[in-house]
């Protein structure tokens, strides 16, 4: 029955693939392209992989061992998520790139440059600051960052969340520098710089994202409609550098940079095989949400759980008694299993919200305003605010289709 169900994913994925692949919308910058890369790894490829090599290190680690049937309804609710991202994101986005970067948009970007300066240099010096003060407590072993045993959500104890976070600013600031000073080698030394540090205080999205960014303003400006092979070889380096730090959390580099004897960082061990670790188990990770909502729980989180998108913007110094994730909540996952460090993903989090129809309803808004907002874009005027803006914001869904929460993008 589970092999079937694995048949049935790639059959489906194919099938959308294929009928994406014939559309005048196909191209690199559609966000149906990232879902398709997302999902066609951690929900077709991966499981398969973990099928053949019975990988079981999360369901250790999680404490718990879902049935044949979570494990086949994990199968065919993610295609099912893949079917109405898809549906509803070519419904509101179905319109080839008009590439409208002409001599005029050129002029453009010279008049704006001297504002783009100020605003780089302003944001660019708060971000650097966050950036310092998170390596510094890195490499001197400092961690803010308590997880509470109820809920597993980590909190900030000695260090305000403004501080931590203001260093992402960094990554938009290192876009710009390149698109303004096109894509010289110098202009690109600050992303560099970036990767290296960021990657050095333990954190990887941020890199990742901003290295596609870059990519996709690069390929529009060129008119190319999907990546050379050079390019997807930067970004396999890239996905190879987001699982190293993945190991030690940073150790290696800031060993490397600040000339100082690497310290061994103790992690899980979760075996030895192949992607058998945590970074793109969302397969494991959906199967511990399907063995707990509702079979355990008996309730769903119908939504509730985005709430919190009004009370983390609050420092936890102002307001001391802040609930730990969301205000409304109708159950905690740590007391059915040990769920550490778990990404929902967007059909996992559906799934969450209301079951079947979660998955539908969840996948089918993100996929509908994502279209929308790739046709605003399309087939728009296109100015340098336009392009910046589309471009800083769509690969941060490379990370956020693997949480799946609102509160990433936000």
Not at 71 to 87: N, Q
Not at 146 to 155: M, S
Not at 159 to 188: D, K, P, S
Request: hydrophobic share 55%.
């Amino acid at each position: 029955m589970y092999e079937v169900s694995l048949a049935l994913a790639v059959l489906c994925f194919g099938l959308v693939l294929g009928y994406f692949s014939r559309q005048p919308s196909f191209n690199a910058f559609h966000p149906l392209t990232l879902y398709l890369a997302f999902h066609g790894f951690v929900f077709v490829f991966r499981p398969i992989v973990a099928y053949i090599g019975d990988y079981r290190g999360i369901y250790v680690l999680f404490q718990f061992t879902p049935s044949l049937a979570d494990k086949v309804t994990v199968i065919l609710a993610s295609s099912l998520g893949l079917v109405a991202f898809a549906f509803f994101s070519l419904q509101t986005g179905n319109v080839p790139v008009l590439f409208r970067h002409d001599r005029f948009a050129i002029a453009e970007r010279k008049r704006l440059l001297p504002s783009a300066l100020w605003a780089i240099a302003v944001c660019g010096l708060i971000g650097a600051y966050s950036l310092a003060v998170m390596w510094n407590r890195a490499s001197a072993g400092v961690f803010d960052m308590v997880r509470d045993a109820a809920t597993g959500t980590a909190i900030n104890t000695s260090i305000n969340g403004y501080v931590v976070e203001a260093q992402l600013m960094l990554a938009t600031c290192c876009v710009m520098i390149g698109w303004l000073f096109r894509f010289r080698l110098i202009a690109l030394l600050p992303l560099l710089a970036f990767i290296v540090f960021r990657a050095g205080t333990g954190g990887r999205g941020p890199f990742i994202t901003a290295a596609a960014s870059l990519a996709m303003i690069y390929l529009y400006e060129h008119r190319r409609r999907f990546p050379s092979i050079r390019i997807m070889a930067l970004g396999a380096a890239l996905a190879g550098l987001f699982l190293l730090i993945g190991t030690d959390r940073g150790a290696s580099v800031r060993a490397l940079v600040n000339k100082t004897e690497q310290v061994d960082v103790t992690a899980p061990v979760l075996g030895t095989q192949t992607l058998e670790g945590m970074d793109f188990a969302n397969m494991e990770f959906f199967e511990f949400m399907v063995y707990a909502v509702p079979q355990r729980t008996g309730t769903y989180e119908y939504f509730a759980d985005n709430l919190i998108i009004f009370t983390e913007p609050i420092p936890r110094v102002l307001w001391p008694g802040k609930p730990i994730g969301s205000p409304v909540q109708f159950f905690k996952l740590f007391d059915y299993g040990f769920p550490i460090g778990m990404t929902r993903s967007l059909p996992g989090e559906g799934w969450t919200q209301l079951g079947w129809a979660g998955v539908v309803i969840w996948c089918g808004l993100w996929g509908a305003l994502l279209g929308g907002i790739y046709r605003r874009f399309a087939v728009g005027s296109q100015s340098s605010f336009a392009v910046l803006f589309y471009f800083s914001f769509i690969p941060v869904f490379i990370i956020a289709f693997r949480d799946g929460l609102l509160a990433t993008v936000v």
